[in-house]
């Protein structure tokens, strides 16, 4: 038998209102100078300031720096730890989407580590040069879907290779997670339902993954249970903070679960990001469905529990898919968003390349992503 290691270790609070809770998080970390890491659609919608009046009513000094891109490059980091430097801060709030959570951990780390980069890249073992001292780091999300709050890896795009890269090390951890659902009521239907299905994807790739983690399986099951609960009214409604909140637990429980493991959907959908620039969880809602009959063949009685928790009635667990994607009005196919026949092969190249594949229930092949690409379409 091999040995496994399960871990959960961030402190969430969770509840409308419960940004109040931030600065005792922040004391208890030591922190009395506060960089506030967003991005401009953070500032806009007005969060920005209102983290920042909680934060200075606890005598928290804040500087906002709020230049993170939509998909964070290396001067957001470069720039967010010289803020970080001239701010003389002892802690960093990240406040935003996943592009900012992300951020707010590589701008942690640039503050005490020196190297290129592309040194730490987890792909090439890079993690072995991350050390414990590393600026502590609070998150709050204003979306629902990455869960980035609680994920222990930030994703960078670095100017040399023009490829996004990912550093991960048990110390980007936020020292607290927090979960207000009052914060992502303003967020668009559109990127609601987007988002939304990635946090779904996350529950249900890791619960098909491979590895032996039944506390992952766990989370993951309660999480899709919620997400089938949620999504809809979420989208629907905006302002139904139930809904909300029932998506932000599911965000933040799909992150949780993936540390089991991925599978071939986000291999599918990493390329359609960087190369066709499409939405990540709308990529992986118009690749989801191929993959779970690709995947039934493998591992039958996991595909049959997740379509009886998504809807009891279904058909099958491709087909309630298609329908909630459906009813969150999100495209039926990669074809409505521009993707074409023509894109298939460097797209299968590409997805064989990404590792989340890896932990697929089923081994794909390079035929089988262009397969799944096609019925996609
Ligand atoms: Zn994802």
């Not at 869960?147 to 951890?173: C, D, H, N, Q, W």
């Not at 979420?234 to 809904?243: C, I």
């Not at 909300?244 to 390329?271: D, E, I, N, W």
Request: with cysteine; net charge neutral; charged share 20%.
């Amino acid at each position: 038998m091999s040995i496994a290691t399960w871990s959960f270790p961030t402190t969430i609070v969770f509840g409308n209102g419960s940004l109040a809770k931030l600065p005792d998080h922040v004391r208890r970390v030591q922190g009395t100078r506060a960089l506030l890491v967003c991005d401009p659609g953070v500032v806009k919608a007005g969060i920005a300031e209102r983290v920042k009046r909680v934060l200075e009513a606890a005598n928290v000094a804040v500087a906002v720096f709020d230049k993170v891109s939509p998909n964070p490059v290396e001067e957001n980091v470069f720039e967010g730890a010289t803020a970080y430097r001239q701010h003389e801060a002892n802690v960093i709030v990240s406040v935003g989407g996943g592009a900012p959570l992300d951020a707010g951990k590589l701008i942690a780390l640039r503050t005490t580590h020196e190297r290129p980069l592309h040194e730490y890249d987890d792909a090439i073992g890079g993690d072995a040069h991350i050390t414990s001292n590393v600026p502590p780091i609070l998150t709050v999300p204003t979306t629902a879907g990455t869960g980035s709050e609680v994920g222990r890896s930030g994703v960078v795009t670095l100017k040399a290779t023009g490829r996004k890269t990912v550093i991960f090390s048990p110390y980007l951890l936020a020292k607290a997670a927090i979960l207000d659902p009052e914060l992502t009521v303003s967020m668009p239907a559109r990127i609601t339902a987007a988002t939304g299905f990635d946090a779904l994807t996350h529950c249900i790739e890791a619960y098909l993954s491979l590895g032996d983690h039944p506390m992952a399986d766990g989370i993951a099951l309660a999480g899709i249970e919620l997400c089938a609960k949620h999504l809809a009214t979420a989208v629907a409604n905006g302002a139904d903070l139930e809904a909300r909140g029932g998506m932000m637990k599911a965000a933040m429980m799909g992150a949780v679960a993936f540390q089991k493991g991925l599978g071939a959907c986000h291999s599918l959908a990493h390329p359609l990001s960087s190369e066709k620039d499409m939405h990540h969880g709308l990529a992986n809602a118009l690749c989801l469905p191929a993959v779970m009959d690709f995947n039934n063949v493998a591992v039958p009685d996991r595909v049959e529990r997740v379509r009886r928790v998504v809807d009891q009635n279904a058909t099958s667990l491709s087909n309630a898919l298609r329908a909630l994607r459906e009813k969150i009005g999100l495209p039926s196919g990669l074809g409505a968003e521009g993707v074409t026949k023509a894109d298939i092969a460097k797209l299968a190249d590409k997805a064989m390349e990404d590792a989340c594949h890896r932990s697929n229930p089923r081994p794909c092949t390079r035929d089988d992503m262009v397969k799944l690409y096609e019925t996609s379409l």
